[in-house]
Structures are given as C-alpha cells and as structure tokens.
C-alpha cells in the first residue's frame, strides 16, 4: 500500500512539473498573441493623442510582440526622421521574445506634421515621449528606451528629467555635446575626403547653395556611403531609401542645420551639451558607437564610463547606421545588454 501510494505521488509531482512552463518558455509561447490586447484590430497601431503648448496632435506608434518585461521604445533619428531606421530589428527581436514599440515623433511621417516651429524644441519632445509612455502603460519594470542619431539626444534628455521610469537606456550613435559633435566632423571626418570633393561641397556651403543636386550627390556619393552606412547606394536597404524621402525637412534643417559636417548657421541644437549632467544617470546604460560612424565612438565609450552604470559596445565595421552595417555585432551585444538587466545579470564595464 505505501508503495503504491508513493508511485501515485511521485506521478503526480512529475506531470504537474511537467506541466508548468518556466517564465520564458511562456513569453515566447504567447509573444504573437494579441487576443488580449486593446490594438490587435489595428495589427498593433495606434495614434496616440499627445497635448502641446499650441494645441492637440497625434503620434503614430506600433508594437510588435508581447513581453511584459521588455519592452523597447524606438526613437529615430533627424530631427524629422521616421521609424523606417529601424525596420531591420524585425530580423532580430521577435526571434529573441523581445516586445519592441515603432514610433513616428511629432512632425514626422506617419504622425501629424503641424507646421509651427515653436514645437520643435527638446524640451516639448521629452514631454512627448512621457505623454507615449503613459499611453503605452510603460514602467520601470519593463521600459527600455533606444535613441539613435537625434533619437540619441532625444533618450538622453529624457532619461536626465524622468530616469525613475526606465529599467534600461540606450543610447546609440550620438555624443552628448553638439560642439564636440561639430569639431569631429570638421576636424576628423572631413579631412578624410578627397581634398577635391570636400572643397566643392564646402564651397557649396559657403554659398548657401544647399538647393544644389549636385550638393546631395556628392555627399550620398562620397559621404554617406563612408559614415552613414557603409554599403553602395544601390545595395542600401529599401526601408532606408523610404526613411530618407520621408524625412520632414522643415524639422530638421530648423534644429540640425542644413550642414552634414556639424551643426552649424541658425540650428537650435548648434549649442547643446549635456556632458556635465550624465554622470546623475544611475539606470543600466549602453551606449554604442561605431568605427566609421559621424560620432566619435571615443567619446560615446566616454559616456558608458561618465554614467553611473554604464556598457559600451563597439562596432568594429559599422557606421551611423550600424544597425544595418554591423548587424553581427550590434543585434547580439543589444540583446544581451536587454537580457542581462531582465535578468539581473547586468555589470557595468
């Protein structure tokens, strides 16, 4: 009798272990499904109602996946850029479970574009991102936020004003100072040029004549294709070529500059620096700079060192777009980086 009731126990605790599934066999189970979730008619989209000092507007964003304990807020670059950028994380995150939000800022394609420049300020910016958060049911139990290029100083901004609601912070392909941003263009990543191209593109500058089409061939031709990602123009993907004619120029010229070597003549972002305050940044921070990149990847491995809790990653072949040039070593090094703070894994370099 004892036997036979010691067989039935240890049956019963096997098929009820066998039964439970472990936490990440879990997320992965039920990463696509959107049976329970308030967007699934609209295939994870939503226009989200954002309040501004000159009136009311929406912002376009769209979630792929189900994680409730990673969830990564994409910020594109520009200013006036689109999601686009980013299109290529769909080779790379749903394989790993990770929930990821694609988002469109204020101005930008897929959102309202108001033409009004009072609202192209950083500080407006930040408070849109928090209004997105809220909307989202974002927390610092599973926020991640990811800027790159402007979306770089757009996530640092953010992050010095409202770091308590953050569990991670990525900040790729930006420096924290536009000065220092401008001395390396002009004094590292222009003199690598061929002396004749550089002189025609900065005479060009020095008429204003930014108009020109010969002004944007020779920077695609001889520039971008060196620094904003290292591939033919005929081999770059589809997804980029789309972000690059949906740029909102409006926005961008107002506070980049019309310039590609620094942020020169009347941008609102010539001037900004935030080199002194990034050591009060205390949540798990990776930063990410490239070998060929327009930011100088010293200087963003400075920012991993400045920040209280800081991880650096190098990409030894990439440029500023080193989500599509050096897919071999961003996507691995992201999502550790994203495991290893889920997990409490994570240690700073």
């Known amino acids: 009798m004892k036997i036979k009731t010691l067989v039935v126990l240890l ?21 696509l499904d959107f049976s329970k979730r308030d967007d699934q008619y609209t295939g994870g989209i939503k226009m989200i109602p954002i309040t501004t000092p000159v009136g009311k507007f929406k912002v ?40 990821y939000i694609y988002y469109d800022q204020l101005g930008s394609y897929y959102s309202d574009q108001p033409n009004d420049n009072h609202l192209w300020t950083t500080e407006r910016f930040v408070e849109e991102v928090e209004q997105v958060r809220k909307a989202l049911k974002l927390d610092n139990t599973n926020f991640y936020l990811l800027g790159q290029s402007w979306g770089g100083i757009l996530s640092m901004e953010y992050a010095l004003k409202y770091q308590k609601n953050l569990k991670g912070l990525i900040i790729a392909n ?4 536009a000065p220092a941003y401008n001395k390396y263009a002009q ?9 004749k191209i550089l002189k025609q593109i900065q005479d060009m500058e020095k008429n204003n004549d930014f108009a020109n089409p010969k002004y944007e061939e020779l920077l695609f031709k001889y520039y971008y294709t060196q620094h904003l990602l290292r591939k033919p123009l005929e081999e770059w993907p589809e997804s980029v070529t789309r972000a690059f004619k949906h740029l909102n120029p409006n926005v961008y010229v107002y506070m980049q500059g019309q310039s590609e070597f620094g942020m020169t003549g009347n941008a609102t972002l010539k001037n ?46 990439g440029s500023h777009c080193s989500q599509y040039d050096d897919q071999k070593t961003y996507f691995p090094g992201l999502i550790k980086f994203l495991k290893d703070v889920d997990s409490g894994d994570f240690k700073k370099d």
């Open 187 to 195: 004094e590292v990543l222009g003199p690598q040029m061929d002396p």
């Open 11 to 31: 049956v019963s605790f096997f098929l009820f272990n066998g039964c439970k599934q472990n936490p990440e066999e879990t997320i992965k189970a039920n990463y």
């Open 60 to 99: 376009w964003t769209k979630t792929v996946g189900n994680n409730p304990k990673i969830k990564v807020l994409l910020l594109h670059g520009g200013p006036g850029g689109t999601h686009e950028f980013f299109e290529c994380f769909d080779g790379y995150f749903p394989q790993k479970s990770i929930e």
């Open 272 to 317: 900004w620096d935030v080199t002194d305050r990034l050591k009060t940044l205390t949540v798990p921070t990776l930063t990410i700079g490239a070998k060929y990149d327009t930011m100088d990847p010293e200087h963003m491995k400075w920012i991993s060192k400045e920040v209280q809790n800081g991880r650096f990653l190098f990409c030894p072949n």
């Open 174 to 177: 930006m420096m924290a100072s």
